[in-house]
Each structure stands twice: as structure tokens, then as C-alpha cells.
């Protein structure tokens, strides 16, 4: 009796660290896995930490889109690049990279949930992870200057909004398709665009989807 007694402990026992060991463990396969980097400065003692907020476009965490295609934003890793040269000066840089969006490759399927609610989502998400014992920057790019905005920004040093949105989006586009006929009939389409399914919104990177949520 006191061995099935013993033999019941021990199983509950297991049980008990089981759970408490998946309670405690990183949840593979959940919604907000993505690429993160942090590196630090080349100096002894850093100046700060800079976070880099991501543009529109569906990069990496080397700020590179993972396509084989002939186009710049294909072959150069900017956000890469960029931490390279602020390590150098005594920065230690944070970037990410955008959900389903690896390091040579995306998931489409994966990147379509992106819509405004999910890229705050993921942004609130980074932020918890950034250092908070030195003085911070954050550095927004592109649609990101859009997002910045929803940041306890009373924490931080400086605010850089590099390319940032200061008009309508349908302005922008136009503006961008004034030599192109079909570009432009695809903009003129924003006067509904909240009726709009995310997926008719002009490419795969839904950027503006995004400005309309």
C-alpha cells in the first residue's frame, strides 16, 4: 500500500513539474514569433540604445526584403547596415524583423495579418524586450513614424521620424502615380477604401491597408 501510495506521489509530482515547466517555457508556434536582434555597441560603455520601427515594406530583421527580384530594397540589408555604422559610434542597436517575414524568405500567409491592430501588436511586444537601463532612441522609418505614436515616448530621449508620412494616403499615392495610368486608377479606388478586402490593396505588403485601419 505505502508503495502504490509512494508511486501515486511520484506521478502527481511529475505532473506538477511538467506543467510547470511548459507554464514556464517559451510557447513555440505563437502568433508573435518573430526575428529579434540586439547589438551592442563596439565601445566599452554604450551611449543609449536606438530602435529601429520598421517602414511598409515586408523586410527582415536586416531590413532587406527577402525576394529575388532586381530592385535595391532586394539587395541591400539597411537596417543591418544602419546598427553596423551606430555600433561603431557607441550605440547599441534593436531591430526586428516583420512577422512571416525571415531571414530569406516570407509567408505570405502569415504576413497578410498584419493589418494595424497586429503591427502595434508586435511593436508593444518588441518594446517590452528593449533594454530599459539606458537612455533610448527610437528611430522610425517610413509607415513607422505612423506607429511610433502609440509608444510610452515619455521614456525615451529622442524620437527620429526618417521619411515620415505628413499627408493623406491617397495624396501619396497619387502623387506616386502621376506618370502611371493603372496606378492611378487603382489609388482613385481609396475614396472606399474601408470597403475594401485587404488583399485588393494594390500588393502583398498592404501598406495601404494599414493607413486605412
Known amino acids: 500500500m505505502l508503495r502504490t501510495t509512494f508511486q501515486k506521489l511520484t506521478t502527481l509530482a511529475l505532473i506538477i513539474l511538467g506543467v510547470s515547466?511548459?507554464?514556464?517555457s517559451p510557447k513555440l508556434g505563437t502568433e508573435m514569433e518573430y526575428d529579434f536582434i540586439l547589438t551592442k555597441s563596439d565601445l566599452d560603455h554604450s551611449k543609449?540604445?536606438?530602435?529601429?520601427?520598421?517602414?511598409?515594406?515586408?523586410?527582415?530583421v536586416d531590413g532587406r526584403i527577402p525576394v529575388d527580384a532586381d530592385i535595391i530594397y532586394a539587395k541591400k540589408s539597411f537596417n543591418k547596415n544602419l546598427a553596423d555604422d551606430l555600433n561603431k559610434l557607441g550605440w547599441d542597436v534593436v531591430r526586428y524583423g516583420k512577422?512571416?517575414?525571415y531571414l530569406n524568405k516570407i509567408d505570405w500567409d502569415k504576413y497578410r495579418?498584419?493589418?494595424?491592430?497586429f503591427t502595434l501588436k508586435q511593436l508593444r511586444d518588441v518594446w517590452q524586450r528593449v533594454p530599459s537601463d539606458k537612455p533610448l532612441i527610437v528611430l522610425a522609418l517610413s509607415e513607422g513614424t505612423l506607429h511610433a505614436g502609440h509608444l510610452p515616448l515619455q521614456d525615451t530621449k529622442a524620437?527620429?521620424?526618417?521619411?515620415?508620412?505628413?499627408?493623406?494616403?491617397?495624396?501619396?499615392?497619387?502623387?506616386?502615380?502621376k506618370d502611371d495610368e493603372e496606378l492611378k486608377k487603382r489609388t482613385e479606388?481609396?475614396?472606399?477604401?474601408?470597403?475594401?478586402?485587404?488583399?485588393?490593396?494594390?500588393?502583398?505588403s498592404w501598406p495601404a491597408g494599414r493607413v486605412v485601419d
Open 113 to 117: 495579418k498584419t493589418d494595424l491592430n
Open 21 to 24: 515547466f511548459l507554464s514556464c
Open 48 to 60: 543609449g540604445t536606438i530602435l529601429i520601427i520598421q517602414g511598409a515594406a515586408p523586410t527582415n
Open 159 to 177: 524620437l527620429i521620424l526618417l521619411g515620415a508620412i505628413a499627408t493623406n494616403i491617397k495624396d501619396v499615392y497619387l502623387n506616386k502615380a
Open 189 to 204: 479606388k481609396l475614396e472606399s477604401a474601408h470597403d475594401m478586402k485587404r488583399d485588393e490593396m494594390f500588393d502583398k
Open 99 to 101: 512577422y512571416g517575414v
